[in-house]
């Protein structure tokens, strides 16, 4: 995958040396969260309200959001930051996984932090080896408070059906 390499060709450090499994969680999530945050080297407000830059990171993940990112540096934020997300993931699934579901589950986190995960029915239903039920339980988080509403949001519905067959995977 292109996202993987630097500009001379090489292999991007975030997945060179990593272990297979570990590589094909990183790949599956970058798929899922690059399309679906999409690009922005300069900061905006996302439909919610939050500011976000590049793929998605916000002050939360330590970025400066008064400047501006070039791609590359983008690639590296979001690369960094999936590895954080993916060890927020394994602080409260506490069952082995897949890499797909782990990439699925990585995608998910990150879009709706480790609370939404961690405090919801898709830790508990894995947790206690009911995989169907967990992966169905992300399909509910597709709303979001947009002035002053909740209500549902077509790309949280979409990111959602993206994630959901990649959980269910291998089951």
Known sequence: MAFFRTPAGNIH???????G??????VIAVALVAPSEGLYTKAYYDIVGVKTVCYGATAAD???????YTPAECRAILSKDLVKYDKMVHSCIHVAIPPNREGALVDFTYNLGQ???CHG???RDLNAGNVAAGCYAMLAYDHGRVHGRMQK?????ARRHLEYPLCLKDY
């Open 13 to 19: 450090p975030a997945v060179k040396g990593a272990a």
């Open 21 to 26: 499994a570990t590589a094909a969680w990183l």
């Open 62 to 68: 330590g970025v400066d959001l008064t400047r501006t």
């Open 115 to 117: 609370g939404a995960l």
């Open 121 to 123: 029915a898709v830790a």
């Open 153 to 157: 949001i077509k790309g949280l519905t």
